[in-house]
């Protein structure tokens, strides 16, 4: 069956760094786009950005451009989300998403938490 599992998360202080994985299976990874979601407390789950196929990134949130990289290594089924520079607002559940064949799955989340 399908399953994405995030990890990577946990506490850091204000300007740290993180990178965050999402390790994939069950379905043929090299053939879909794949992204990150985040949802903080009390707030919608919102787009984070995703990766094509290819390679290509689409669809960052406002909030987060220039400060976060997403990356794929199709020989792990893994992909990567870099942050850097992070703000007590990037606090939240970030999420793995995919979309095969009409229906989206989600992974169960890693905790980033942005505080001194």
Excluded: H
């Excluded at 740290?16 to 090299?30: I, V, Y």
């Amino acid at each position: 069956q399908v399953q994405l599992v995030e990890s990577g998360g946990g506490l850091v202080q204000p300007g740290g760094s993180l990178r965050l994985s999402c390790a994939a299976s069950g379905f043929t990874f090299s053939d879909y786009a794949i992204g990150w979601y985040r949802q903080a407390p009390g707030k919608d789950r919102e787009p984070v950005a995703t990766i094509t196929r290819t390679g290509g990134t689409a669809n960052w949130g406002d909030s987060v451009k220039g400060r976060f990289t997403i990356s794929r290594d199709n020989s792990k089924n893994t992909i990567y989300l870099q942050m850097s520079s992070l703000k007590p607002e990037d606090t939240a559940l970030y999420y793995c998403y995919v979309t095969l064949l009409g229906r989206g799955y989600w992974g169960q989340g890693t905790q980033v938490t942005v505080s001194s």
